[in-house]
Structures are given as structure tokens and as C-alpha cells.
């Protein structure tokens, strides 16, 4: 009877079954993309802000406004992993992509004349720009990309041969708002380019290889010496430390200076080097324990320090004699980092092992 049945217990359910999350077979797929088109394209941007470059590439398959937040949302792309790359595709992808403001084209061969053109073309707003080692552009085609780049913030040219002075004239007219500058490696480099450099804002500069650059060309940079952060100097045969001392000596706010096989640098030139350096690298110069006795004294936050090959003499005392005096002080050896404040602080390593 019916009291009877209500009175019996119920029969167990059969155990559900997960849903799949598959995107590509489950049956929410609809529900899924339906809800996601209510979300306003600002959230989608930010959500696939943090995909990969190729997540996004795959998402822009599903949908019109998810391809269209993908296309917003890339900001930076490096063309050396691609292939097939034409100056078709170049331009397509420039277009695409319309907050693109990061680029990464070194050392790539396929980069010319031509290329540089419709870049300038597309994105004249570029921010940051990598130009490394790409051997098939001249010194027009980069002048004529510089000339529209009035945004630009960061460039690097390492290793392109056709960067000269020229080229270095035309971006001081036209990206005024640079800070960070590599031309290290740059062999048709001269003085006359370090001077128009000097009218930058330049926070971070590398220099380097260049044969035609003298103290002349150095002592030009004092121009932007305050508001110098880091500098790199490497391969620099002609340059003494009536060049290196007083551009330091100019540079109250640098924190990083790098100096490599300068054989003609001494420890004069450490005296120009002021109290808010934190990381020096003097690799290749013929600093000695004189020079390391005035760093210890002047350069108190100074934390990382490289003296590897010095032509100097530099001895195992001298090392421990500014741990004692920097106990933050770290001193780099054959590509690690020790402290030398570590065994309370006796070092009996020497630093000036080769890589």
C-alpha cells in the first residue's frame, strides 16, 4: 500500500558521474563560452595577460571577442623562436597585436631594410626594442626606423655592424625619451657617437669593442653622467683613467659598474667612483690591494664585487681586510658568489681566478 512505500527506506542512488572539464568533448562547452561572453573584454585582457605568447595563439581559435582580448593583451613578443617568418606575416602580426610595445628581434637573419620599414610604419610607439647581432640592416634603414621611434625607451644594438655614428645622431633627434642603451660591439662606433649619446637621459649604458673610442669620447658621457645608473665599459684599449675617473667622478648615482679588459685602467680611476655603488666588476684592469683599500673606505653599500684577472696584484689579505669592513660584501669567483663574511670572515680564497 502507499503507507507502506513511504515508510520502506529509499533505494541508494547510483554514484554520479564527474563532469569532463574537457573543453574539447564536454557538453559545457556552450555553457562555458556563453557565461564568458558576458564578461566585459577589460576582465579577459587581464585574465589572458598572464597566458604564454602560444596560449594565446591557440585561444584566439575559439572565439571573435576572445580573439580579440588575446590581441589586446599582448604586450611583448620575441620573433627568433618563430619560423616561416615572411614580411607578410610581419606586418600581420604587427597589426594584430595593437598594445604591442615590447620587441625582440636578435639575431635574426631575416631582418633587413625592409623589415625595419614597416615596423616603423605599424608601431612607431615601441617602448622597448632588441636589435642584437642583426647582420642584414644598414645604417639608412636603421636611421630611418629611429626617425619615427619617438617613444622609445630601451634599445639594445649589440653586435649590429651597421650601427655608426650617424645612426646614434638620428636617435638623439628622434627618441629623446631613451634611458637604456647597448652599442657593445658596435666596431664603426666612434667619439663623435659617444657625444651625441651624451644628450640622452641615459640610466643604463654598455659600451664596448670599440676601437675608434677614445678618453675623448668618455669624457663626453659626463654630459649624462647624473642621471647614470649603471654603466658597462668592455674592450676598450684606448681609454685610461683620465677617461674612466672623472666620468665616474660625474656619476653620483651609479650602482653598477662593470669595467672589462681595460688593461689601461689602474686604481686611479676607482677614486672617482662615488658612495652609492652597490655591484663593481673589474675584470681584465690592473686594479690592486691600493685600489681595494679606497674602495672599502669610500664605498660602504657597496655588496658585489669581481676582480677576476686583474693585471694588478691583488692579494688574499686585501679581500679579507674589506670583509672585515663590508661584512654585506660578496665577492664573485669563477662564476659563483661566496661571502666573505662567511668563516667569520677569514677568506683564503684568492679572486682573481679566470672564469
Known amino acids: 500500500s502507499m503507507s507502506k512505500r513511504a515508510l520502506s527506506p529509499n533505494p541508494p542512488r547510483p554514484a554520479q558521474k564527474r563532469p569532463n572539464l574537457d573543453l574539447k568533448t564536454s557538453s559545457l562547452t ?27 595563439l591557440s585561444i584566439s581559435l575559439v572565439s571573435h571577442k576572445w580573439r580579440q582580448a588575446s590581441y589586446s593583451a599582448v604586450t611583448n613578443i620575441s620573433f627568433p623562436q618563430w619560423r616561416g617568418f615572411s614580411p607578410k606575416f610581419f606586418r600581420r602580426t604587427l597589426v594584430h597585436y595593437p598594445h604591442l610595445h615590447t620587441l625582440d628581434m ?39 626606423l629611429f626617425q619615427h621611434l619617438s617613444k622609445l625607451e630601451s634599445l639594445s644594438l649589440s653586435g649590429t655592424y651597421a650601427v655608426d655614428s650617424s645612426t646614434l645622431e638620428v636617435l638623439l633627434t628622434s627618441s629623446r625619451l631613451l634611458t637604456s642603451l647597448n652599442i657593445s660591439n ?49 674592450n676598450l684599449v684606448n681609454i685610461t683613467d683620465d677617461g674612466v675617473m672623472p666620468l665616474c667622478h660625474s656619476a653620483p648615482h651609479l650602482r653598477t659598474f662593470d669595467i672589462y679588459q681595460c688593461p689601461n685602467v689602474t686604481d686611479q680611476s676607482l677614486q672617482g667612483i662615488g658612495a652609492a655603488i ?9 686594479v690592486s690591494d691600493k685600489g681595494l683599500e679606497v674602495l672599502s673606505q669610500r664605498c660602504q653599500d657597496l655588496t658585489l664585487l669581481k676582480v677576476a684577472n686583474c693585471l694588478g696584484t691583488v692579494s688574499e689579505d686585501a ?23 662567511s668563516r667569520n670572515g677569514k677568506i683564503a680564497k684568492r679572486s682573481i681566478e679566470q672564469n
Not at 110 to 136: F, K, M, W
Not at 329 to 339: F, G, K, P, Y
Open 30 to 56: 556552450p555553457l562555458i563560452l556563453t557565461e564568458s561572453h558576458y564578461f566585459p573584454e577589460e576582465i579577459l585582457v587581464h585574465i589572458f595577460s598572464h597566458l604564454a605568447f602560444d596560449d594565446l
Open 106 to 144: 636578435s639575431g635574426c637573419d631575416y631582418v633587413t631594410d625592409h623589415i625595419l620599414s614597416i615596423l616603423s610604419q605599424i608601431r612607431p610607439t615601441l617602448i622597448t626594442l632588441n636589435l642584437e647581432d642583426c647582420c642584414n640592416v644598414t645604417a639608412k634603414g636603421l636611421s630611418l
Open 186 to 234: 658596435c666596431n664603426r662606433v666612434s667619439d663623435t657617437g659617444l657625444q651625441h649619446i651624451s644628450h640622452l637621459p641615459l640610466r643604463n649604458l654598455e659600451l664596448g669593442g670599440h676601437n675608434r673610442v677614445t678618453n675623448k669620447g668618455l669624457l663626453s658621457l659626463i654630459r649624462c653622467g647624473q642621471t647614470l645608473e649603471r654603466l658597462c665599459i668592455s
Open 278 to 286: 652597490e655591484t663593481l666588476r673589474l675584470w681584465g684592469t690592473r
Open 319 to 341: 679581500i679579507v681586510r674589506m670583509s672585515q669592513r663590508l661584512p654585506n660584501l660578496r665577492v664573485q669567483e669563477d662564476n659563483s658568489i661566496i661571502s666573505t663574511s
